[in-house]
């Protein structure tokens, strides 16, 4: 990790937010009142085994973050819980369809089990039952489902895959009467290893309920993957098929603005149940850099992030290859963590240093970098979406040119495109300031094209308590030009931008039943998406002259 970088010697700006978004201090149960004064923001804090469920519970309980606004936590706040269970310990499940919906298994059923799912198959009868009881399967997916409606901001993980690990032999009655008291049992803690490892097939069987319970609760996950990278893509592949973004047609492409070479098209989007999560973070991830390609895919419909530390990807393997990992990632989809298994100063120090490995690797001025890194871990911070969903609701019919926006005025994430048969009376556009110029208009009946001119309020008209222009000062002569020099409604281009993946967000279909007015919702998923909307309206803007 050497560097001749000057960020390596620059004051670490602690105050911009760092998150540590995969670790593990329920490991050390006496360290976690370190907590509260380390210098990391928050600490998503995983669960993998029966032994630390609870305890990342009573964790979340006591300094759990109350909401996904990273501006509003104090110091007692910063926990985001995690629940799974790893592939370590995956031998410790048991399928209820394979042993007949026992609920408990006899010697000779748990005899059976590790037998089936442990390979090379045993022959030693003592040491299978050495091992833990084994539970259904179907009961932990019980439990995790009730953690994470009690969580509302709660992560599956840690899950995954692992081709490389073999099962710790059983405790001699000796040394688990001298094993540390401090360290939460259930983990290898220095014991020999066996021969034995997790069958794939039964691993596979683990992680996909996880992934499947997680796109059905809309909550993101943190994925284990070593030397199975091949295997665990495919496994991650296999519960989106059938939901793939599709890519629009050269023409369709065009009449929507949309110049991105692979754009995709995805099918109406809501907030019902999917089988695959919303959200996965390849936690420290060590698969070759050229396999983070297919990952990124245009047609991969869940966000993809990827996760570094320093206790993993510079333990064993050469730090260029990491380095080309890093920069294979995106700039906003890159995480850091520090996968330590104790709270403190010491956590503080492996996530400063992965900060700046990552920063030199990107060529980032630190500052710059760990502004980045903040931002990729907001967006994955998102509550999931209630059936049926209430939100606050910004009726934003059309927006153009915005020069400036409000630091004081957080925008919303919710874009309402109405089309219907009638002009509808709304307020356009929320949390006008008098600050920047916009054009907006309501829309006509079809959501395409305007059939009808945009009808303009006069300038200086009050806008909530606001005074100013809400339109830009233009020539009365000028106005039908401008308005025929539209290449399409930005109302369009929202959605298309959400069409393309280029932005975070669903498209929701409406209905007033009582007046029969239809419109498209434009829901983004985070403020970084909404800045991102607005970067493209400033280039529209620029380009077009508007």
């Not at 893509?233 to 890519?247: D, H, L, M, N, S």
């Not at 995106?330 to 990552?358: T, Y």
């Not at 967000?505 to 007033?512: A, F, L, M, S, V």
């Not at 434009?522 to 909307?533: I, K, N």
């Amino acid at each position: 990790m050497e560097s001749d970088s000057p960020s390596d010697n620059a004051p670490f700006p602690w105050h911009i937010g760092i998150f540590d978004a995969h670790c593990h201090p329920t490991d050390t149960m006496s360290a976690v009142s370190a907590i509260t004064s380390m210098k990391a923001k928050a600490l998503t804090v995983m669960a993998t085994r029966a032994q630390d469920q609870q305890l990342v519970a009573d964790v979340a309980d006591s300094l759990g973050l109350p909401s996904s606004d990273v501006d509003a936590w104090d110091c007692g706040e910063r926990v985001l819980p995690c629940f799974g269970w790893h592939p370590w310990f995956s031998h410790q499940m048991y399928s209820d369809d394979l042993l007949s919906g026992k609920t408990t298994l006899d010697e000779d059923a748990k005899v059976a089990h590790y037998k089936l799912v442990l390979s090379p198959s045993p022959e030693d009868r003592a040491f299978m039952l050495a091992l833990p009881d084994p539970r259904p399967f179907s009961d932990f997916l019980v439990q995790t489902r009730g953690f994470l409606e009690r969580y509302p901001l709660a992560l599956v993980g840690e899950i995954g895959l692992d081709k490389s690990f073999r099962i710790p032999q059983a405790w001699v009655p000796d040394e688990y009467e001298s094993r540390d008291d401090s360290i939460t049992p259930g983990g290898r803690e220095g014991r020999g290893l066996s021969p034995h490892v997790v069958s794939m097939d039964h691993q596979k069987k683990i992680l996909t309920a996880q992934l499947n319970l997680a796109g059905e609760m809309r909550r993101a996950v943190s994925v284990h993957g070593v030397q199975a990278h091949g295997i665990l893509f495919e496994t991650i592949r296999a519960t989106w098929k059938g939901y793939e973004k599709k890519t629009m047609s050269k023409r369709e492409r065009k009449r929507l603005g949309v110049t991105t070479e692979e754009a995709a098209e995805d099918g109406e989007e809501d907030s019902s149940p999917k089988p695959y999560p919303p959200r996965i973070c390849l936690h420290s991830y060590s698969g070759h850099p050229a396999s983070l390609s297919q990952y990124f895919d245009s047609s991969v419909p869940a966000d993809i992030f990827v996760s570094f530390s320093t206790a993993i990807n510079y333990s064993d393997r050469a730090a260029s290859t990491t380095t080309q990992s890093i920069q294979a990632v995106p700039d906003d989809r890159i995480l850091v963590e520090s996968d330590l298994h104790i709270a403190g100063e010491r956590m503080d120090k492996h996530l400063e240093d992965i900060v700046r490995v990552i920063c030199n690797s990107k060529g980032w001025e630190l500052e710059e970098g760990v502004t980045k890194l903040r931002s990729g871990r907001k967006s994955t911070l998102k509550k999931p979406k209630p059936i049926p969903r209430v939100r606050k609701r910004v009726q934003f019919m059309e927006m153009v040119g915005i020069k400036e926006f409000s630091s004081e005025q957080k925008p919303s994430t919710t874009l309402d495109v109405f089309s219907g048969t009638e002009t509808l009376k709304q307020q356009p556009l929320a949390f006008y300031d008098g600050r920047f110029d916009a054009w907006t208009a309501h829309a006509s009946s079809d959501f395409g094209r305007q059939d009808e001119r945009v009808k303009r309020q006069e300038a200086g008209k009050p806008f909530g308590d606001k005074q100013g222009p809400l339109f830009r000062s233009r020539q009365e002569e000028d106005e039908e030009e401008a308005l025929d020099a539209r290449p399409g409604d930005v109302g369009e281009m929202l959605r298309a931008l959400v069409l393309a993946g280029q932005v975070g967000g669903e498209i929701r279909r409406e209905r007033d039943n009582a007046t029969g007015v239809e419109w498209e919702t434009v829901v983004l998923d985070s403020e970084h998406d909404f800045e991102a909307v607005l970067r493209y309206c400033e280039q529209l803007s620029r380009e077009s002259g508007w």
